[in-house]
């Protein structure tokens, strides 16, 4: 009884686990065609405070030799948080401290190939991004405890998400009614000329008929 009861839960914990990350995905894994001339760039909108964890590298051609790329990844305020160049594979990993997009750009030595090249990227983020089998280890749990641990993790990730969300409508709602202010404020002044230079051409009008003695 015992025994089919910890495995109804342990499948029940999983179950959610999965769905979490199924509707909250959190690792990207792409392929991106860099042209021999010019950047391709990828970005996601990232909250603040979340670990950011990625891997790139050329993928293998016919060609003799790998082609070199560079790479550059900037925050939402233009802040470079990693830069190199001339590789054909590399890592980079940081904690964000600002919301927004988050940019990363590849681009080709033009000079050095003529054809593009296509590069692999893998891009994790919050509960993704941690490393599970040193927090097991670290912490000496397995099982049902692990897989608590990684739930509570995605609980919450999704929390602090739903938190930034709430905030950046709220942001959202104040801009809009601060333009809908100006807006109806426009109106008005708008209105109010039209009504004074109406007023003026009546009276210069009556003016001129009766300076004419037409009335």
């Not at 996601?44 to 550059?72: C, F, G, K, M, N």
């Not at 040193?134 to 099982?143: C, D, F, T, Y």
């Not at 100006?182 to 003016?207: E, N, P």
Request: proline share 2%.
């Amino acid at each position: 009884m015992n025994l089919s009861s910890e495995t109804g839960m342990t499948l029940l914990l999983l179950l959610c686990f999965t769905t979490l990350f199924h509707v909250f995905p959190q690792t990207e894994a792409v392929w991106l065609t860099i042209p021999s001339s010019g950047t391709k760039c990828v970005s996601e909108e990232i909250q603040t405070h979340v670990v950011v964890l990625a891997d790139y590298y050329v993928v293998t051609d016919e060609a003799p030799q790998l082609a070199t790329i560079s790479v550059r990844v900037t925050s939402p305020y233009g802040n470079n948080l990693h830069h190199n160049e001339n590789v054909t594979q590399g890592q980079f990993a940081f904690t964000t401290a600002e919301s927004g997009n988050y940019v990363a750009c590849f681009w080709m030595d033009g000079s050095k190939h003529q054809e593009g090249a296509t590069v692999s990227l893998e891009w994790k983020t919050g509960i993704s991004a941690k490393d599970w089998e040193s927090v097991a280890k670290k912490e000496k749990i397995e099982g049902v405890e692990l897989e608590l641990r990684k739930l509570e993790g995605a609980v919450d990730a999704i929390h602090g998400y739903l938190i930034y969300l709430k905030d950046k409508e709220a942001k959202m709602r104040e801009v809009s009614e601060r333009t809908n202010g100006r807006v109806a404020w426009f109106s008005i002044m708008s209105l109010g000329v039209c009504i004074l230079v109406s007023v003026l051409q009546l009276w210069y009008l009556k003016r001129f008929f009766r300076k004419k003695k037409l009335i």
